[in-house]
């Protein structure tokens, strides 16, 4: 099975850095980057040395109910586009050894037994088993460590 990773949209980055309030009902923290570990949610990439950057509290889910988790997410704050992700490749902005994948149905709520710990380097093969497995609609890709939202997967559109 193909599948594709999905940033944040460009109308939510957009919004934020426009200075429009995050999940939570506060403007965005602007931040300069020290160049070790802020990952851009839009871009899928990380934030340099000295580049400018913003701190929102971003829900990713289509509508309010017990599973949409609210967390804090990181974007550049000047405009960036999400880049070529290869063919059964990761975003470049996966660089921790292990993330927590977990799988959600059409109504975005967790399909029970799905998620767990899973290795970078196996990031892929789980993401196809998860897709796979029954009710699976798409894959969140969260911190092992923090558990803070980076992208989901999808089936592609040509699967």
């Given amino acids: 099975m193909s599948f594709s990773f999905e940033p944040m949209d460009d109308a939510t980055a957009a919004r934020f850095r426009s200075g429009g309030t995050d999940s939570y009902g506060n403007t965005p923290e602007r931040r300069i980057s020290d160049g070790a570990g802020v990952p851009c949610r839009r871009c899928m990439r990380m934030v340099g040395r000295d580049e400018p950057y913003l701190v929102v509290a971003w829900r990713p889910f289509t509508r309010l109910h017990a599973y949409a ?16 992700i290869e063919p059964d490749g990761l975003p470049a902005f996966l660089t921790s ?18 998620g767990g710990v899973t290795a970078r380097d196996a990031i892929p093969a789980r993401i196809e088993e998860l897709l796979g497995a ?8 969260r911190s092992s460590r923090n558990n ?6 999808v089936p592609s559109a040509e699967a």
């Fill in 69 to 84: 988790e609210t967390g804090p997410v990181f974007l550049h704050a000047d405009s960036c586009t999400p880049g070529r």
């Fill in 97 to 114: 050894p292990d993330y927590i994948l977990r799988g959600y149905d059409a109504d975005e709520r967790i399909v029970y037994g799905t």
């Fill in 134 to 141: 029954p009710g699976v609609t798409a894959v969140h890709i």
């Fill in 148 to 153: 803070c939202y980076h992208c989901k997967a």
